[in-house]
């Protein structure tokens, strides 16, 4: 079935290629355009390996521009910028920033870069230890670099920036560390703050006030202040949880909000508005539009974390402009744009901590038995702590089948909350976790594939461990997902046959890419380097003989071999 | 039924010292490390006292305490680590001994460790150091600290069998 390379071949091919002089060369030249489908991908081979010496994750999407491709590492971070027009594509220039070695012990869950932006000749990124750097994108000057994070009060930017005309927008992260969390605006040019808004406390910090309505929360003023016990939500999490994306004709910028802090949810009683939850902001002033709270006194330390779609679908009848949020509880939502209201929510794999949506609060119903209480184990929690999606693992959706292809995690923990103490710079987490794999272990993870008109799983792919990487759905009508045990995978989007595989030095948790050259040939790249939530287990010095390593994920993912190789980054098209 | 009362008056009574003197504090604060910052001379006085961050099991109880108390457990989990390494693996990346692990929580280290100096006295900071070193049980330790009240996730400090790789079931 498997029409790829042989294992055997494949790797006499990567030993070649890493023993020439540049540490890789194969010809990117190509004769004849061709576009990659669903009838050839299977002879689809290896064009490019490069070495990016890293082991940790690589969850970055590489960005191609005019026979360019530029590459972010993970922190401490490096920027290549390669020239695909030479035959060995050689580095044009190479970025690295100073980097804050506090950072390093700040990276809970996935330590591992999102990448970069490019805009107007500039390439932005975010740094892990908090810096937003503007980079001249011809020859990797810097332009610009602000301090926007402090990295001793453990916060730090985890999500790459968004580029939209002449502003750059961020958000920060480090909920684990009771940092509260904000959305700002940057002027591209200078590197000067347009505005910042929090996700949680008084309204004018939020930037509630004119224009911002929503139907799910009460019609009070200062929520961000009044759910929260006295001044929790100073030190109340809510970082950015996951990319956010830009409606341009509606102007909205649409973020997610992360998980409250401490985990502990009984040391915290109250909604928590405004973390674990949907925010549009208007784009311009950063003033609120909407809110949406998906999972409010989150219990679980899921945030509203998943991915973001964009979508202008036939709903019902009608042509609508959606957003279409598969979220780490389990859930895909389908959202109205404009005004953040919930058309339908329905679980895409098999949860216990919640019991279906409420209408009228647009929220889950939790289910009582699966409540942590201060020194008591609740077991058997599902989906784990990690969420069911989400973090490196971004979905995807097709048109022209109409489903959404979203990367899985199918595991379940123990959870006993603690009395948490905050202080700045270590966690305030309060959790004692442990992740459990489902009872068949071959099956912790999958790529599945979901209707989003008629609200149905259509297809799914089992994986044995949580696919953690990002997932790329072509015009060709093919997907591409990478898993945490190596393997690079194109199935047929219409029904999850598989069609090509390839198994690459280490795991795949980046973001798969495809780009068409100016001969018309389309390429796809991806980048290996074990990472994500999960890889944790494989990357640092971990013992799995304590249950609660690596967050609980040591319980669950005990197969997982630290990557003897560095971390890779792989080309492909058709020969 | 008098000789048990006899045999039971010779039990010498394990101390506990729930207060130090002022004075001890601050000789205790004493170590004299490395150039390096790793390894060094113990305070005389830990030695004069006969080590009781090393084999009091009252000292190791009140560690285990403060380890769950001051957030070591975010970072390091019960020993398996997560952003920071595991406590229990028998590798140490500055130093196993005493005065190694007093000054990674006293100073701090670069690539994460925040220092304690300003948040727990000197005794805590020995005591938390006692306890981090029965984590591991990679040697004979001839006290333990106080039994477990919360989530059993690893076998008990000085039961854990020896830090090699050992493929366990999970647990269910």
Redesign the interface.
């Known amino acids: 079935m498997f029409a790829g390379l042989r294992p055997r071949r494949m790797l006499l091919c990567t030993a070649v290629l890493l023993a020439s002089a540049s540490g890789f060369a194969v010809s990117l030249q190509s004769s004849a355009a061709s576009d990659i489908d669903v009838g050839n991908v299977g002879g689809m081979t290896l064009r490019l390996a490069l070495p990016i010496r890293q082991t940790s994750g690589s969850a970055g999407r590489a960005i191609f521009d005019h026979d360019r491709l530029f590459v972010i590492t993970p922190f401490p971070h490096s920027v290549l910028a390669l020239n695909l027009a030479r035959t060995d594509a050689s580095v044009l220039w190479r970025y690295s920033p100073r980097a804050d070695g506090m950072a390093a012990g700040l990276a809970t869950g996935h330590v591992t870069t999102d990448g970069a932006v490019l805009s107007a000749g500039r390439l932005f990124l975010n740094t892990f230890d908090g810096h937003t750097i503007a980079l001249d994108a011809a020859t990797g000057g810097v332009v610009w670099d602000v301090a926007m994070a402090d990295v001793e009060r453990g916060e730090t930017l985890l999500v790459a920036p968004l580029a939209i005309d002449d502003r750059i927008y961020i958000g920060n992260s480090g909920s684990d560390f009771g940092v509260r969390g904000w959305m700002a605006a940057l002027n591209a040019a200078t590197g000067r703050m347009l505005w910042k808004r929090y996700n949680a406390g008084p309204d004018v910090e939020v930037g509630i006030g004119e224009g911002f309505s929503s139907p799910y929360l009460p019609r009070e003023p200062d929520l961000g202040v009044t759910s929260w016990p006295a001044n929790a939500w100073q030190q109340g999490g809510g970082g950015l949880a996951d990319a956010p994306i830009y409606d341009a004709p509606l102007g909205l910028l649409i973020h997610t909000t992360g998980h409250p802090a401490p985990m502990n949810a009984e040391q915290r009683p109250g909604a928590n508005y405004f973390t674990s939850g949907l925010f549009a902001r208007d784009a311009l002033s950063g003033d609120a539009r909407w809110f949406v709270p998906i999972n409010p006194h989150d219990l679980y330390g899921f945030g509203a974390a998943g991915s973001l779609i964009p979508a202008d679908i036939h709903w019902q009848g009608n042509n609508r402009a959606v957003l279409i949020h598969p979220d780490a509880n389990g859930m895909v939502y389908v959202l109205d744009r404009s005004s953040g209201q919930i058309l339908s929510a329905h679980p895409f794999l098999e949860v216990n901590a919640s019991e279906g949506l409420d209408a009228r609060s647009g929220t889950l119903r939790g289910n009582p038995a699966k409540a942590a209480h201060v020194n008591s184990t609740t077991r058997d929690i599902c989906p784990a702590w990690p969420g069911a999606t989400g973090g490196t693992a971004r979905a995807a959706f097709a048109p022209q089948t109409g489903l959404l292809y979203i990367p899985v995690s199918r595991l379940c923990m123990d959870m006993e909350a603690r009395q948490a103490s905050f202080m700045p710079g270590t966690p305030y987490m309060g959790a004692n976790l442990r992740i459990k794999p489902p009872r068949d272990s071959n099956r912790r993870g999958a790529l599945l594939a979901w209707d989003v008109a008629a609200g149905r799983l259509a297809w799914s792919a089992d994986e044995s461990l949580p696919v953690e990487s990002g997932v790329l759905a072509t015009a060709g009508g093919v997907v591409f997902y990478g898993t945490l045990d190596g393997w690079f995978k194109a199935v047929d989007a219409s029904s999850g046959r598989p069609l090509w595989q390839f198994h690459a030095a280490s795991a795949i948790v980046g973001q798969p890419i495809g780009f068409q050259r100016a001969d018309g040939r389309q390429y796809i790249a991806v980048a290996a380097g074990v990472g994500g939530a999960a890889g944790a287990v494989a990357q640092k010095e971990i013992d799995i003989r304590d249950a609660t390593a690596a967050r609980g994920y040591a319980n669950a993912i005990r197969d997982l071999k630290p990557a003897a190789t560095d971390g890779m980054l792989y080309i492909f098209s058709l020969p | 039924m008098l000789l048990i009362a006899l045999a039971l008056l010779a039990c010498k009574r394990e101390a506990r010292e729930l207060r130090t003197d002022p004075p001890a504090t601050d000789a205790l604060n004493g170590v004299v490390p490395m150039a390096n910052r790793i390894n060094g001379g113990l305070p005389r006085i830990f030695i004069a006292q006969g080590s009781p961050y090393e084999n009091n099991a009252y000292q190791l109880g009140q560690g285990k305490r403060l380890y769950?108390?001051?957030?070591c457990?975010?970072?390091h989990?019960?020993?398996?680590?997560?952003?920071?390494?595991?406590?229990?693996?028998g590798?140490w990346?500055y130093g196993p001994d005493p005065v190694s692990i007093f000054l990674t929580i006293r100073d701090g280290r670069?690539?994460?460790?925040?220092a304690f100096a300003n948040?727990l006295t000197t005794e805590q900071i020995w005591q938390l150091t006692g306890y981090v070193r029965t984590m591991g049980a990679y040697s004979a330790q001839t006290a333990a600290p106080s039994r477990n009240?919360?989530?059993q996730?690893?076998?008990a400090e000085n039961r854990?069998?020896a830090?090699t790789e050992?493929?366990?079931p999970?647990?269910?």
Do not use: Q
């Not at chain 2, 019960?78 to 406590?87: I, T």
């Not at chain 2, 670069?110 to 925040?114: I, Y």
């Open positions: 769950d108390w001051f957030n457990k975010g970072c989990a019960n020993g398996g680590g997560a952003s920071g390494p595991a406590l229990t693996d590798r990346r670069p690539h994460g460790m925040p948040r009240d919360e989530m996730s690893r076998p854990a069998p830090a050992i493929r366990m999970p647990s269910r």
